[in-house]
């Protein structure tokens, strides 16, 4: 079992930069691939970004690619997303989730998952 928990979410203007934090208990934390996902009103929960449990491999959707920047610290137990130039579509709850498969970019290779951060960003 991997208990995950989500901060750093809050309302930012259009431009704006925010950073996240995903922090693990349980199980061995550097043994799972973390992915970050968001879900906006109304709409299904996308892929934004994953990084392969020693760091050395990341993916990005193409929308966030060149603004967002995933990254690890296994001493730590926390992975980070950090987000620049942020839009109003980048809007949503985003959730980070832990999995034992290799650069997984679908929701259903993820088997534990936090309880989300809300961003909010204003134009």
């Known amino acids: 079992q991997v208990q995950l928990v989500e901060s750093g979410g809050g309302l930012v203007q259009v431009g704006g930069s925010l950073r996240l934090s995903c922090a693990a208990s349980?199980?061995?934390?550097?043994?799972?691939?973390i992915g970050w996902f968001r879900q906006a009103p109304g709409k299904e929960r996308e892929f934004v970004a994953t990084?392969?449990?020693?760091?050395?491999?990341?993916s990005y959707t193409d929308s966030v690619k060149g603004r967002f920047t995933i990254s690890r610290d296994n001493a730590k137990n926390t992975v980070y997303l950090q987000m620049n130039s942020l839009k109003p579509e980048d809007t949503a709850v985003y959730y980070c989730?832990?999995?034992?498969?290799?650069?997984?970019?679908?929701?259903?290779?993820?088997?534990?998952w936090g309880q989300g951060t809300q961003v909010t960003v204003s134009s």
């Open positions: 349980g199980r061995t934390f550097s043994n799972y691939a």
């Open positions: 989730a832990a999995s034992v498969h290799y650069v997984p970019r679908a929701a259903v290779s993820y088997k534990y």
């Open positions: 990084i392969t449990w020693s760091g050395g491999s990341t």
